[in-house]
C-alpha cells in the first residue's frame, strides 16, 4: 500500500531522487545535539495543547460573576477569560491537564532553546557558514519569550494582572515613542479591556505562525549546511560523520519526539503549574507578595529589582528609572547575542568556513566570557525571586539585596577566571587532537560520492 | 430533425473507425519516439529488433483501456437512444396498446440513458486509472485518449431512428466486451508492470555511500545474536508497557479519573511507545557510522554570474519602463497609507488618557465597601484602600490612607495642611511599574510595594527610600469636612503610576 502511495504521489511531484537523498541525509550523533530537537517537539506539543484550549478559552476581559464548580470563588467577580480557564480545568474532562502540559511544554520549549543556544555558543557553531542560522534562531528565542508571556497574561489572573501592568510600565517608558507604541498595542492604559483579546490573536496566530515560518527556516538551512561534527577522527571541514537519516536517525527522533511528550504528559499530570484558582482573578485593590514572571523572564525581573532608583531629566522630558533595566538591558543583550558572530571575527580574525566545532575548552575566553554570562543572568535570576529567598531565609529583603548588587559583578568576574584557568589547565593535561587526513585520504578507495544534483 | 432523410454512415461504425485510426496514431508516435531515441544513445544497451518497447507496450495498453472505456458509453448511449426514440409502427396495434408500449420504451430508455451516464463516470475513472498504471508521463499517448473519451457523440445519434438490429447488437456488444477487456487488461497490465519492474536497470543509479558505512559492531566485535535478543525483549517490554497506559488513560478517563492518573498514564503510553522506538533503534539496527563529503555550501562563480545575468536581464525590461516602476512607488505608499489607517484604529494619543486628573476637589474619600472615611476612622498606624467618591474600586484612583501621629509628619512646607489628623494619602500604584504599593510597615512608617520591594516613606511626602523606585508616590491633598468626613483638596500632587516620555515633572 506504501509502494502504491508513493508511486501515486511520485508520477505527480516526482520526488523519487530528493526521497533517496533525504532518506541518506547523514546526522552526526551526540546527545548536544538532541536539544533543539527538543524544543521543536516542545513546540509541537504546544501548538496541540494550544489548539484544543483554543476551542475552550475565551479571550476577553469582560466582568462577570462566577458560579462554576471551584466553590471558593463562587459569586466572585472575575473577567471571561478567567472563568474559562476554570471551566477548562475544572469542568473539562482532562482539561487541566491539557492546560497543564502546555503551561509546562512552554517552559520546556524555551528552556531547551536556551540550553541549545548554549550549547551553540560554547562549541563555536555560529561560524562561517551558520551566521545565518545564528540569526533566525534568536528571533526563535525572542518570539518564544514573547509568546510565553503572551500567554500567561491572558488568563485574567492576579498574577498576569501584576505582570501585564510591568510590562505596561516597561512599555511606557521607551524614550520618546513609549506612550504611542504602548497605546498602540495594548489599546490604552493597563488594564483596559482592549489588551486581552489583542494578546490572545498574537499569542495564538501570529507569533507561532512566525515560529513556524522560522522554524522552516531553520531546518532547510541545517539541510542545507549539513549539521557540525564535534572534533574527532575523520571529522574535518570537509566530511560529515554520523548516521543516517534512514532507519536508525528516524526511529531514535521519532522515539525522542513521544519522550518528549511523555515527559510533558507526566509534569502536567503530577506537577501543578499556574494555579490560576490559587492566585485568584485580577483586581486592582488585590496584591499578591512573592509574585514572579515565568522563569525565562526572571532575569528581566532581576533586573528591575536591583537596579537602583535613578532616573534621568532631560529637560521635561524623563527617562523613567524601569527603561534602563526593564528595556535597555534585555534590548542590549540581545544586540549582542545579534552581533555575537560578527563581533567573534574581528576578534578572532578568523572568517573561514568552519563544519568542526571548538570544544569548550578549546576557546577559553569565549567559554570563561559565556560561563560569565550565564551567572550573570543566574544571579540576575534569584534576585527576581529576591523576596521569596528573603522569606525562606528568614532574613530581611533589603540585605539581601545588597548582598545579589555585590554579587551580580563578582561572582560572574570569579566564575570568568576559574573557567579560564581551568580550561587551560585541562588543555594542558590532555591535548585535543586534530584531525589533520584530508576528505581525499579518508575517501580513497572508497565509492561513497553523491552525484551532484 | 430536418436533415433526417439524409443518408449517413452509421454512428457506432464510424465511431469505431475514428477510435482504431486514433489508436494507431497514437502507438505509432510512441514507437517513433523511442526509437529516436535509441538511435541517439547509439552506445546504450540495444534492444531486439522486433522487442516492442516498454513505452509502446504501455502506450497501446492504455489506449487501449480508455479507447474501450469510450466506446461502452457510446454503445449504451446508442442503446437508450434506440428506445427513446423509436416510433411505434402505425396499425400494428391498438392505439391504447401502442401509447402504453410506447411509455414503457420511453422509460426503459431514460432507465438506460442514466445507466449508461452512471456507468460512462464509473466506467471512465476506472478506465483513466488503469490507463495511468501504463502511461506513466503526460505523453501525447494520453493527450490522445483523453481525446476519444472525450469525444462528444456525433449529432446523427441523438436522432437515430430505425436503427438496425446490427447496430443495436453491436452497442450491446461493446457492453460485455468493455468488460472482458477490462478484466483481462487488468490481469496482463498487472503483469506486464511486474515484469517492466522487474527489467527497470537499478544498477544504473548513482552511489549514496550506504554500502561503504562502517560497521561499527563488526568492528567492534559485538554479539550480535545476545543484542537482538535482548533488544527484542526490552522492545516488546516497553510497547507492552506503553500499550498498558494507553489503556490505563482511556479507562481513567471515561471514569473520570482525577489530573495524576490522566497524566501519570499518558506518560507511560507516549513514554512507552518512545522508549519502544529509541530501544528498537539502539539494539535492533546495526550501528553504522557513514562518512560523506560535505558539498560546496556556496555556488560555483559561473552559477552566480548565470543568474546575476538572467536578474539583471529582467531588471532591464523594469527599468525602461518608468510608468511600472512610478506605479510600484505609488502601490507601495498606497499600501503603507492603507496600513497606517488601520493601525490608527487600534489606539488613540496617549495623551487622552495619561494626562487626566482622577481626583477632583471636594470628592469624600470612600473605602472599598463604599463608606465614607472620617477624620478619626484610622488610628495611628493604620492603613486602608480609598477612592474618590463615584469610581469605587477603579485601578487609576486607588490610595492608599494611612495615619500616623500628627507630630511625626514632616512634609515639605507647601504641603503643611494636607495631613489633617495624621492621615496621609497617596497614590497606591508604584511610580516604578505600576504595580499596587500594598504593603504598609507601621513602625518604619514604610510603604512597600510587593512587585520590587520600593519602599516609601509615608512621613516626608512618600518619597522613595530604598529600591528601583526612583520618584515619590504622588499625595492627595486632604481637607475635613462639617461631618467629619475627609475629603480631597484638589488633585493628587503629581501624575500617578510609571513614568513615561512627556510626564511632567
New interface residues.
Partial sequence: MIDGLARWLD?RVRMAKFV??AL?H?FPDHWSFMLGEIALYSFVILVITGTYMAMFFHGSSEKVIYHGTYRPLDGVQVSAAYQSVLHLSFDV??G??IR??HHWAADIFIGAILAHLARIFFTAAYRR?RELNWLVGLTLLVLALANGYFGYSICGDLLSG?GL??G???M?????????I??????????VAATVP?LYALHIFLVPALIALLIGVHLAIIW???HTNYPGP?RT????????LW???T??S??????V???V??????VQIDPVWIYGPYN????????QPDWYLGWV?GA????????L?LG???????FF??FLFPFLVFVGLYAWPFLEKLFSFDFR?H?VLRLPRQQPWITAFGCAVAVFMLVLLVAGG??VVAVADNAN??QI?TILRILVFVAPAVTGAAVYLLCRLVNRKHPVPVEEMS?EE??AG???????Q | MTDHEEPRPSASLKILVNAWKLYRSVVNSVKDRRSAETGAEAAGPSRGVGEMSEEAARAKMGAAILIGGALVWKGIRALANVFLTRPAEPGSASAATGQQTEEQKARTGKWLMLGALLSWKAGKSLAKKTA?TFL?EPTETAVGAARVAEMPAPPEMGRMQGASEAEELLAGGAVVGWEALRVSASAVGQTVKKTLAAATPVEA?????????RNLDEENEVNLEKRERWGTVLTALASLAGLAGGIAFVVS?WT?GR??????S?????????????????WL?A?????????R??SHLTEQEGAAREFCCGAQDIQRRRLLQWMSFAGVGVVGSVLISL?RS??????L??ETDVWKHGQRLMT?DAVPVTVDALQPGGMI?VFPEGSV????T?TVLVRVRQNLVHLPAERSNWAPGGNLAYSRICT?????V??YEANSHLLMC?????TFDVLTGAQ?T??????ALPQLPLYVDGNGHLRAAGGFSDYP?????????
Avoid at chain 2, 266 to 282: D, K, Q
Fill in positions: 508520477s533517496r537523498k541518506n547523514v474532562p482532562a487541566l491537564l497543564q502540559m557558514p501584576a501592568r510591568i505596561y510600565a516597561i511606557l517608558s521607551i524614550p520618546l515613542i513609549g506612550p504611542w504602548t497605546f498602540l498595542a495594548l489599546g490604552g492604559t493597563v488594564p489583542r542545507r549546511q549539513l575523520r571541514d570537509k566530511t560529515i560523520v554520523g548516521a543516517r532507519p536508525s536517525y526511529l531514535k521519532l522515539g525522542l519526539f513521544l519522550l511528550f511523555a515527559v504528559a507526566a509534569l502536567g499530570g503530577l486592582p485593590v488585590a496584591i499578591l507578595p512573592g509574585a525581573e528591575m529589582r536591583l537596579f537602583p532608583g535613578v532616573n531629566r521635561h522630558w524623563l527617562v523613567p528609572e524601569v533595566p526593564g568556513t563544519h529576591d523576596d529583603v533589603v539585596r576528505a579518508i575517501l572508497e565509492e561513497t560520492t553523491v552525484q551532484p | 495511468q506513466e543509479l548513482p552511489s549514496t555511500g550506504r554500502e561503504a558505512d478517563f473520570g489530573n495524576e492518573w490522566l497524566g501519570g499518558l506518560a507511560v503510553f507516549l513514554g512507552g511507545f518512545g522508549s519502544a522506538l529509541v530501544l528498537w533503534a539502539h539496527t550501528h553504522k557510522e557513514a562518512v560523506e563529503p560535505r558539498e555550501v556556496s493601525i487600534l489606539g488613540f494619543p496617549p495623551s488618557s495619561l472599598v484602600i474600586g477603579s485601578e487609576k486607588q516604578h511599574a505600576g504595580c499596587s500594598g504593603m510587593p512587585c520590587h520591594q520600593s522613595p530604598g529600591g528601583p523606585a526612583a520618584r503610576g510609571p513614568g513615561f516620555w512627556g510626564m511632567p515633572s
